[in-house]
């Protein structure tokens, strides 16, 4: 199947400083890209759909000024989380659609551990 | 929107036996329907899926079954091995346009040697 990329693989930072997250499609375009957070022993939470040269959407309850998306190509998607608190601690999956054949493929995760 | 139910959300069996996960969606204009595992840290892998022009399709052990009439799909697994033992998670949607699926809450299988 089709690859995607996450980087870093896993993070610590102090409450109060902004981390990106970099999601690449490595052997398709992506015209659409996924952000999932996930909690223990839970299933993915669809934070926002990230669209290629427009704006991401949003899922209702998720801040867009805490999680600024950028998808400026159609291989990469970015996830920024601002100001980041100890409540951010989480493992944040990205996902990316390939048009051909049309299926969903997931990168590693970044776990994400505010201090 | 799409909401999909998936049972059990635990299911234990002794390594050999079958296992066979549920999953029910609401919209009927869901017509594509992917089956993931995933193992503890790691990414959800596609194992499987179905699309809705179809009833059933297998891979060596592992089938999905869809009854678009009942808006119901499952997945099974024959011959249980204690490497199949992780999280599954269905999911639905429709393979057009925006694309975004809906996901099950999971099933934990654990298979006992």
């Known amino acids: 199947g089709a690859v995607v990329s996450q980087h870093p693989s896993w993070v610590i930072c102090k409450s109060g400083t902004s981390v990106k997250i970099e999601c690449r499609s490595l052997?398709?375009?992506?015209?659409?890209m996924f952000w999932y957070r996930q909690f223990p022993k839970q299933s993915l939470m669809l934070m926002a759909t990230?669209?290629?040269?427009?704006?991401?959407?949003?899922e209702q309850g998720v801040e867009k000024d805490k999680f600024l998306i950028n998808h400026a190509s159609l291989t990469l998607s970015t996830l920024t989380v601002t100001s980041a608190h100890p409540e951010d601690s989480s493992f944040y999956i990205c996902?990316?659609?390939?048009?051909?054949?049309?299926?969903?493929?997931f990168g590693p995760g970044t776990r994400l551990t505010v201090l | 929107g799409e909401n999909v139910e998936q049972h059990p959300s635990t299911l234990s069996v002794q390594e050999g036996d079958s296992a066979v996960i549920k999953c029910t969606y609401s919209d009927s204009a869901s017509n594509y329907f992917p089956w993931y595992k995933q193992e503890l840290g790691k990414r959800p892998q596609l194992i499987i899926d179905?699309?809705?022009?179809?009833g059933e399709k297998k891979d060596q052990r592992i089938a999905v079954t869809l009854n678009k009439t009942a808006k119901h799909f499952s997945l099974h697994i024959t011959e249980t091995q204690p490497e199949d033992s992780a999280v599954y998670f269905c999911?639905?949607?429709?393979?057009?346009?925006?694309?975004?699926?809906?996901f099950g809450r999971g099933t934990s299988l654990i298979v006992h040697p």
């Open positions: 996902s990316a659609r390939d048009p051909n054949p049309g299926e969903q493929f």
């Open positions: 052997d398709f375009q992506a015209t659409t």
């Open positions: 999911a639905a949607s429709w393979n057009g346009g925006s694309y975004i699926p809906t």
């Open positions: 179905i699309r809705s022009n179809v």
């Open positions: 990230s669209n290629e040269g427009s704006k991401a959407t949003y």
